[in-house]
């Protein structure tokens, strides 16, 4: 671990604009520098780096922030690895806090294990080049036209046919036999004898994000189905497979500047599809695709496109796949080659033109990818049915509620039905999904308190309680990155009310802060941000700013974070825009002084008016699991909530009449 004070020298010494150009070449511009951006693809410089404030900013993509950030986006690394980086680059001594015994133990041991598969990774690809390695395994991959740069870039080698030809290798040049097993390597017998786990089977690395290698998944080249088609790493110390990619180190840079990740089913489909230049591809490790492995895509990007056969078990871990992307809040699209095809035989066919024009033309939103693969279900009206709520179940997954009502409408043209339809069934699987969360949600925490399993039954004021998961923070998050606009930008400015508003605290000295102001009113009832990043912000920002620390060194200081997206978050919310938004415009018009008195109290009327109808929506939403009676007390409820709206809107003079 860092310790505080080195981190606070490197962060002290990093200078953007030094850092950046390390990557990208600057070009001055007045007091700030602009390139095209390293994110994205353009031939417009919007990427702006500004030496006085520290930061970096693209008005195209909306990549921002400090030193360290963009060493995090553009290495794809984590904090404690750019911090290391920038350390190194303007000689800084990093020494590490003591470590436990225990710590370093663990350490130590993962290193050998690492260092073990650094060692077994050089042996399969030195067998490669000789014998049998080169006369079975060298062949095959030329046999699927395989490039020697693309053999060496992929780091493809041979496990030898003789059952401990690696282990003796292993065990001769001084690591421990015990290491061997623990790594995946080798299995050991009851009598305590050692055996290769892979032998006489092609070989293909797996490594981590960070390029090391941590698994080996290998494939016979025998036909006759006597043995398994492919051997891979069991779960190990360094490897789980679950979490993992195949290609995703290769991958990363070029998923991150498309913006897309190609997702296809197998090893060669990676390793080919690479060599024509697609090099955003990645494959899941000889597992259906996880949850963990979408999560890992998406530090990248959150589009993907599914590459996966079109026979009937591609077909099903499509649709599976689909589910789980939308799940994550993520785009998805997916591809069918031509009958007889997958991703590797095609893109031997093609050229690297031939096939970005196949994908473009050919890949479809998930709505139309069901549709296609449905078959002939017009004339059945029961399958019919099925179909249309196996897409509806589909959409359900989608979290963001605006893309939600974007795909029922696709989903009714598609199917020719009334999108009513869709979205009933969309709200019964959203209950199920509910429930069954709260179920869960219940029996661990009667388990954590040593409770019988089955709980009595919810009063109403409990169901009134609990959050509804369809209500989501969308509806809140505008109001509260207007509120967290001003904390940033005006957090210690005066507010300067004159003696006829409401907001007069009756004396001329007493000028609440724009940051005081806002904080009185969202922690006057005990409530709290429902946006989680914007809620951590508000929550760091009001710790910093009781310490009195000056308002650009806590803008700083969250930009320097290593949650990336609360850093992006407060980079959005504390730079300007190249466009004036209409309350920058007013503000031009305005003093300073006028257009906060002004606008700080709109704000908070707007966020207390979403809170109101974020309440409104959920107290609907349980209308439908009470009786008669509760019913009535809910719907008093709802009328009294928004008799309070329309006094909202009144005082922000958008009343309806």
Same mark, same amino acid.
């Given at each position: 671990m860092i310790p505080q004070q080195t981190v606070d020298l490197i962060l002290d010494n990093a200078r953007i604009d030094d850092v950046v150009s390390d990557f990208v070449t600057l070009k001055r511009r007045g007091a700030n520098f602009v390139a095209c951006c390293p994110f994205h693809n353009e031939k417009t410089p919007s990427f702006y780096v500004s030496p006085v404030k520290g930061i970096y900013k693209c008005f195209g993509c909306?990549?921002?922030g400090t030193a360290?950030?963009?060493?995090?986006?553009?290495?794809?690394?984590?904090?404690?690895?750019?911090?290391?980086?920038? &350390?190194?680059? %303007?000689?800084? @001594?990093?020494?590490? +806090?003591?470590?436990? =015994?225990? !710590?370093?133990?663990?350490?130590q041991r993962s290193e050998s294990l690492l260092q073990v598969m650094e060692y077994a990774q050089k042996f399969?690809?030195?067998?490669?080049?000789?014998?049998?390695?080169?006369?079975?395994?060298?062949?095959?991959?030329?046999?699927?036209?395989?490039?020697?740069?693309?053999?060496?870039?992929?780091?493809?080698?041979?496990?030898?046919?003789?059952?401990?030809?690696?282990?003796?290798?292993?065990? &001769?040049?001084? %690591?421990?036999? @015990?290491?061997?097993? +623990?790594?995946?390597? =080798?299995? !050991?017998?009851?009598?305590g004898r050692l055996a290769d786990r892979f032998h006489d089977r092609v070989v293909f690395p797996i490594q981590s994000v960070s390029g090391r290698t941590i698994a080996f998944s290998c494939r016979t080249l025998k036909t006759d189905g006597s043995v398994a088609k492919y051997v891979n790493s069991?779960?190990?110390?360094?490897?789980?497979?679950?979490?993992?990619?195949?290609?995703?180190?290769?991958?990363?840079?070029?998923?991150?500047?498309?913006?897309?990740?190609y997702l296809a089913e197998g090893n060669v489909d990676v390793v080919t599809m690479h060599q024509l230049g697609l090099t955003n591809t990645v494959a899941s490790c000889g597992t259906s695709l996880t949850q963990q492995q979408i999560r890992l895509i998406k530090k990248f990007t959150e589009n993907v496109t599914i590459m996966y056969d079109g026979d009937a078990a591609g077909v099903h871990a499509a649709?599976?796949?689909?589910?789980?992307?939308?799940?994550?809040?993520?785009?998805?699209?997916?591809?069918?080659?031509?009958?007889?095809?997958?991703?590797?035989?095609?893109?031997?066919?093609?050229?690297?033109?031939?096939?970005?024009?196949?994908?473009?033309?050919?890949?479809?939103d998930f709505v139309s990818y069901m549709y296609s693969v449905a078959g002939d279900f017009k004339s059945d009206p029961l399958r019919r049915a099925n179909v249309i709520n196996d897409v509806a179940d589909a959409i359900a997954n989608i979290p963001d509620a605006v893309k939600r009502e974007v795909f029922v409408d696709k989903c009714?043209?598609?199917?020719?039905?009334?999108?009513d339809s869709i979205y009933k069934r969309i709200n019964t699987t959203l209950?199920?999904?509910?429930?069954?969360?709260?179920?869960?949600?219940?029996?661990?925490?009667?388990?954590?308190?040593?409770?019988?399993?089955?709980?009595?039954?919810?009063?109403?004021?409990?169901?009134?309680a609990k959050p509804l998961l369809s209500i989501e923070n969308r509806t809140l998050a505008k109001a509260e990155s207007d509120l967290l606009?001003?904390?940033?930008?005006?957090?210690?400015?005066?507010?300067?009310?004159?003696?006829?508003?409401?907001?007069?605290?009756?004396?001329?000295?007493?000028?609440?802060?724009?940051?005081?102001?806002?904080r009185a009113s969202i922690d006057s009832d005990g409530s709290h941000m429902a946006n989680t990043v914007y809620r951590h912000i508000y929550e760091e920002y009001s710790r910093l700013y009781d310490n009195q620390m000056p308002q650009p060194d806590i803008i700083k200081y969250l930009l320097d974070q290593p949650d990336r997206a609360m850093a992006e978050a407060v980079s959005q919310l504390s730079t300007e825009k190249y466009m004036l938004t209409v309350r920058n415009f007013e503000k031009a018009l305005m003093t300073k002084s006028s257009w906060l008195v002004v606008y700080v109290p709109k704000s908070i009327l707007c966020y207390n008016e979403r809170r109101l109808q974020n309440r409104v929506e959920s107290l609907r939403q349980s209308l439908r699991n009470l009786d008669e009676d509760n019913q009535v007390a809910v719907l008093q409820e709802i009328v009294k909530l928004q008799a309070a709206q329309r006094r909202i809107n009144a005082k922000l003079g958008r009343d309806k009449k």
């Open positions: 909306g990549k921002a360290v950030g963009f060493v995090m986006e553009h290495e794809h690394c984590s904090y404690t690895e750019a911090l290391r980086y920038l &350390a190194k680059k %303007y000689n800084i @001594e990093v020494i590490e +806090e003591e470590e436990s =015994a225990e !710590q370093i133990a663990q350490r399969y690809v030195s067998a490669l080049s000789e014998g049998e390695g080169r006369a079975v395994g060298y062949n095959y991959f030329k046999s699927r036209a395989l490039e020697d740069q693309t053999i060496e870039r992929f780091a493809l080698g041979w496990a030898p046919s003789g059952r401990s030809v690696f282990v003796d290798a292993a065990v &001769a040049a001084g %690591y421990k036999p @015990e290491y061997l097993v +623990e790594a995946g390597l =080798a299995v !050991q017998y009851d009598d069991p779960d190990t110390p360094l490897y789980d497979k679950s979490k993992s990619l195949y290609g995703i180190y290769l991958a990363k840079a070029e998923i991150g500047r498309r913006g897309k990740c649709l599976k796949a689909i589910g789980m992307i939308l799940d994550e809040g993520m785009n998805v699209k997916v591809l069918l080659f031509p009958d007889g095809d997958d991703p590797d035989s095609f893109c031997r066919k093609h050229t690297l033109q031939e096939v970005e024009d196949f994908i473009e033309k050919n890949e479809q009714s043209s598609v199917f020719e039905v009334n999108s209950a199920k999904k509910r429930e069954e969360t709260q179920k869960i949600m219940e029996r661990e925490r009667r388990r954590q308190e040593n409770l019988p399993d089955v709980p009595p039954p919810p009063e109403y004021g409990e169901q009134q606009y001003f904390m940033l930008n005006y957090g210690r400015e005066e507010l300067d009310f004159p003696s006829d508003s409401e907001y007069y605290s009756g004396s001329e000295l007493d000028k609440p802060t724009v940051s005081d102001f806002i």
